[in-house]
């Protein structure tokens, strides 16, 4: 009796993003819900940062992806993967922005005083009706998300991705065509804003801020994956 033969699985999570997109190229669309699920994060904390809603930000993530999807023989590997895609989520997510309102000119915002934009003050303490730490923690996280929200867009752009992702001033100078000396001067005055709103240090939950894993990750990437099978049929 011939024994059957069965194909072997592949671990996409032991692959590097090189390996993935090799394998995405050479027609295994899975190996692209992989690169979702490690690149979903901080792309959609970047989208959320120039949007300021979370639903169209899933819809910038999801357009971008397929955009990705689509242009993935263009990748080089001149710069990272992640790196690639936030550009591409960082013109998804300006374009909406152009088509929803005209924005102030940079230039102006760059030059004003930094007391010029105003934000909410938060209180500083909890009160003694929920002791629990970990509600504590939940409305912290919520006081830091909003605060970021009441940040000029610009300014909240840079913040998201210098100080919550960690990316370097010279990558985030790229991603945004500007000046390092602007990056660097934006950040500042998006610290001394939030300092201001905030009246303390919220760094033990920095890393917390606009969670985008679970069923919010999982239903971007589901959805992507959906419309690129029907793509692929025809339907």
Avoid at 51 to 63: P, R
Avoid at 102 to 128: C, E, W
Avoid at 134 to 142: K, L
Avoid at 163 to 171: A, G, L, Q, R
């Amino acid at each position: 009796m011939q024994a059957s033969i069965h194909a072997v699985p592949v671990d996409y999570l032991a692959l590097d993003d090189h390996a993935l997109v090799a394998l995405v190229r050479g027609g295994q669309r899975e190996a692209f819900g992989q690169i979702m699920q490690r690149c979903n994060q901080r792309l959609f904390r970047i989208a959320r940062s120039v949007i300021g809603e979370d639903s169209e930000a899933e819809d910038v993530l999801q357009e971008s992806y397929l955009r990705a999807y689509r242009k993935l023989d263009s990748f080089r590997g001149d710069s990272t993967l992640l790196t690639w895609l936030t550009s591409i989520v960082l013109n998804e997510a300006r374009g909406r922005l152009r088509r929803r309102h005209r924005m102030v000119g940079l230039d102006q915002l760059d030059a004003a005083p930094d007391d010029t934009h105003q934000i909410i003050r938060f209180p500083s303490k909890f009160g003694s009706e929920d002791p629990a730490v970990s509600a504590a923690r939940v409305q912290i996280r919520h006081l830091l998300e909003h605060a970021i929200d009441a940040l000029p867009e610009a300014f909240r752009t840079v913040y998201m991705m210098r100080d919550v992702e960690e990316c370097t001033v010279e990558e985030t100078a790229q991603l945004l065509s500007i000046r390092p000396e602007t990056v660097k001067t934006r950040l500042h005055r998006a610290r001394r804003l939030l300092r201001t709103s905030l009246q303390g240090t919220l760094a033990a939950t920095m890393s917390e801020a606009f969670p985008f894993m679970g069923q919010r990750c999982a239903r971007v990437s589901a959805a992507v994956m959906a419309r690129l099978n029907a793509e692929s049929t025809g339907t």
